[in-house]
């Protein structure tokens, strides 16, 4: 006799009330035609093989994630998925220094597509001089990974979670998204590079036949890689719980990183040592987090010690590094 192992993820699950009346077949029509699936399919056939409809109570009906990227309104029966987008004035949450609340609603592909849009404009562009005369586009964030941390966001959030929506929080030197439902079970913010998870995996198919994921488990390795290419602090990340926060630093950030001149990499593992708190952390556990050789690692943290920034605590085999006080 064989047992059957059956994970069912919420996304693959019928959403009550929703007919396949809720559903653009023009926007799947689209999407088989620009996208990277066969063109000659089907737009319900294709649904039925990605699970985006499936049979419930005698009919064909739409699942979660079928809904949240084909629907013509997907927040009347799902309203926790609408994305909150507000942003300050200051450089932290503030509500006196409000300058505009967003509350973004479609398909996912739409709420993408208009929260990068929106954080582009809204970030600063200027220029920068280079060997001599010679100007220098010089942008605040790097494009691709704004989209890149919205796309992670909404596709991996837990939508089980209906109280919260996923959050989009601009500031004046910073970007921070937060997830619902925190990191799923052995997934930590220590691991999260190599961890291999797909909370949403309907959402994640359609998204990557859409081409809004360039490569399956590689969205925040991307992140670190364009942050560290123009010398941007290492992605500050925290698991709640509840939620999942992700941040990132611009270019003209007032902060220790920018102010003491610190290249991307050594940004990156000051980060890591200041998010260690009091308790520190080990160069082997730096090396592990940005899959980076621990002779590479104890050469920037000799870096980080001659210039005060970080301390050194136990002995030779227990050795940790902590953040020096501010002063």
Same mark, same amino acid.
């Given at each position: 006799?064989?047992?059957?192992?059956? =994970?069912?993820?919420?996304?693959?699950?019928?959403?009550?009330?929703?007919?396949?009346?809720?559903?653009?077949?023009?926007?799947?029509?689209?999407?088989?035609?620009?996208?990277?699936?066969?063109?000659?399919?089907?737009?319900?056939?294709?649904?039925?093989?990605?699970?985006?409809?499936?049979?419930?109570?005698?009919?064909?009906?739409?699942?979660?994630?079928?809904?949240?990227?084909? &629907?013509?309104?997907?927040?009347?029966?799902?309203?926790?998925?609408?994305?909150?987008?507000?942003?300050?004035?200051?450089?932290?949450?503030?509500?006196?220094?409000?300058?505009?609340?967003?509350?973004?609603?479609?398909?996912?592909?739409?709420?993408?597509?208009?929260?990068?849009?929106?954080?582009?404009?809204?970030?600063?562009?200027?220029?920068?001089?280079?060997?001599?005369?010679?100007?220098?586009?010089?942008?605040?964030?790097?494009?691709?990974?704004?989209?890149?941390?919205?796309?992670?966001?909404?596709?991996?959030?837990?939508?089980?979670?209906?109280?919260?929506?996923?959050?989009?929080?601009?500031?004046?030197?910073?970007?921070?998204?937060?997830?619902?439902?925190?990191?799923?079970?052995?997934?930590?913010?220590?691991? =999260?590079?190599?961890?291999?998870?797909?909370?949403?995996?309907?959402?994640?198919?359609?998204?990557?036949?859409?081409?809004?994921?360039?490569?399956?488990?590689?969205?925040?390795?991307?992140?670190?890689?364009?942050?560290?290419?123009?010398?941007?602090?290492?992605?500050?990340?925290?698991?709640?719980?509840?939620?999942?926060?992700?941040?990132?630093?611009?270019?003209?950030?007032?902060?220790?990183?920018?102010?003491?001149?610190?290249?991307?990499?050594?940004?990156? =593992?000051?980060?890591?040592?200041?998010?260690?708190?009091?308790?520190? =952390?080990?160069?082997?556990?730096?090396?592990?987090?940005?899959?980076?050789?621990?002779?590479?690692?104890?050469?920037?943290?000799?870096?980080?010690?001659?210039?005060?920034?970080?301390?050194?605590? &136990?002995?030779?085999?227990?050795?940790?590094?902590?953040?020096?006080?501010?002063?």
């Amino acid at each position: 006799m064989s047992t059957w192992i059956e =994970i069912e993820h919420v996304d693959a699950l019928p959403v009550k009330g929703a007919t396949l009346d809720d559903l653009d077949l023009t926007r799947i029509q689209r999407h088989l035609d620009t996208g990277r699936v066969v063109r000659s399919r089907a737009p319900m056939e294709y649904l039925i093989e990605q699970r985006g409809v499936i049979e419930a109570e005698g009919r064909l009906v739409p699942t979660l994630g079928g809904l949240l990227c084909f &629907g013509r309104d997907p927040q009347r029966y799902l309203p926790h998925t609408a994305i909150a987008l507000t942003r300050y004035s200051g450089t932290g949450p503030n509500s006196q220094q409000v300058l505009d609340i967003r509350d973004l609603r479609g398909t996912l592909f739409e709420m993408i597509d208009a929260s990068e849009a929106y954080l582009w404009a809204q970030s600063n562009h200027g220029f920068r001089l280079d060997n001599g005369p010679r100007r220098i586009p010089l942008d605040q964030y790097p494009r691709p990974a704004l989209r890149e941390l919205v796309v992670n966001a909404v596709a991996h959030r837990d939508y089980r979670v209906t109280g919260s929506r996923v959050k989009i929080e601009m500031f004046k030197n910073q970007v921070e998204w937060s997830s619902p439902g925190g990191l799923p079970a052995g997934v930590t913010v220590e691991n =999260i590079l190599k961890a291999q998870y797909t909370r949403n995996p309907i959402i994640v198919g359609f998204l990557w036949d859409a081409g809004y994921i360039e490569q399956r488990g590689m969205g925040l390795d991307s992140v670190v890689n364009l942050l560290s290419s123009e010398n941007l602090a290492y992605p500050q990340m925290e698991d709640t719980g509840a939620s999942f926060l992700i941040r990132i630093e611009g270019h003209g950030s007032v902060d220790k990183h920018s102010g003491a001149g610190l290249s991307g990499p050594l940004a990156q =593992i000051f980060v890591l040592v200041e998010s260690a708190g009091t308790v520190g =952390i080990s160069a082997k556990s730096i090396a592990a987090s940005l899959d980076t050789p621990v002779r590479t690692v104890n050469y920037r943290l000799g870096e980080l010690l001659d210039r005060g920034l970080v301390r050194r605590t &136990g002995a030779t085999n227990r050795t940790r590094y902590l953040a020096s006080p501010s002063e």
